[in-house]
């Protein structure tokens, strides 16, 4: 597809199960984002990839969350023995590495429900 | 690191008024800067980014370094205009964005 992909679209979990969140970027960007949007809280910034570079982790809220990103394509965002403070949005973006301008485009996201 | 402040969560405009988002930057260099958009049940999307100084759906926004802003402007707000603003600085890093300023306008 021409888009960032995100599945699922939407989770619903229990308290305490582990989630795992997928990203498909648009092919060739080598910049990929992870972000979580809660209501009246704006977007919050949680990793980020660039090529082969160790990846920029600060914006992870606890050690329940990490990610990998396998291949320099397909993103994994897992969050484990989730928490019910974990429900949100969970966007993710991409960004071609050249080019002017650096646009980022995001996926539709993922809503996760923990109850 | 680059950051931008967006110091209103919420902005109610009647439909036909001037409808001004403010974005101020804190960085030094030369800034690159974006402001994406959130439609009811759509995606996060580009709308505009400095350095193309274009207009896109009657929005416009200026680069003041003496100011240290990136405000969105439009001159008469319509209801379709209605949804949830960024702004954000570009550049190849991590991209953090302001806390976003949702635009309500009212009919």
């Known amino acids: 597809g021409a888009g960032v992909s995100q599945s699922p679209s939407n989770k619903v979990t229990e308290k305490g199960k582990d989630v795992e969140l997928r990203c498909d970027p648009i092919s060739g960007h080598t910049a990929l984002y992870w972000y979580r949007q809660s209501l009246g809280q704006g977007l919050e910034f949680l990793i980020y990839f660039q090529g082969n570079s160790a990846p920029d982790k600060s914006g992870l809220p606890s050690d329940r969350f990490s990610a990998e990103r396998t291949g320099g394509s397909v993103s994994t965002l897992t969050i484990q023995r989730t928490q019910q403070e974990d429900s949100a949005v969970y966007l993710c973006a991409s960004s071609p590495r050249q080019g002017t301008g650096n646009t980022i485009y995001f996926g539709e996201g993922s809503w996760l429900t923990v109850v | 690191a680059q950051r931008v402040t967006q110091p209103e969560k919420l902005l109610s405009v009647f439909k036909g008024a001037p409808v001004e988002l403010k974005c101020n930057y804190s960085?030094?260099?030369?800034?690159?800067l974006f402001w994406y958009v959130q439609y009811s049940r759509q995606r996060l999307q580009l709308l505009l980014r400095?350095?193309s100084r274009e207009s896109i759906k009657g929005f416009t926004a200026d680069l003041n370094k003496g100011e240290t802003s990136f405000h969105l402007k439009k001159p008469f707000a319509q209801e379709e205009d209605s949804a949830m603003y960024y702004c954000a600085p570009g550049g190849y890093q991590k991209v953090t964005f302001g806390i976003g300023t949702k635009l309500q306008v009212i009919p």
């Open positions: 400095h350095i």
């Open positions: 960085y030094s260099g030369s800034p690159e």
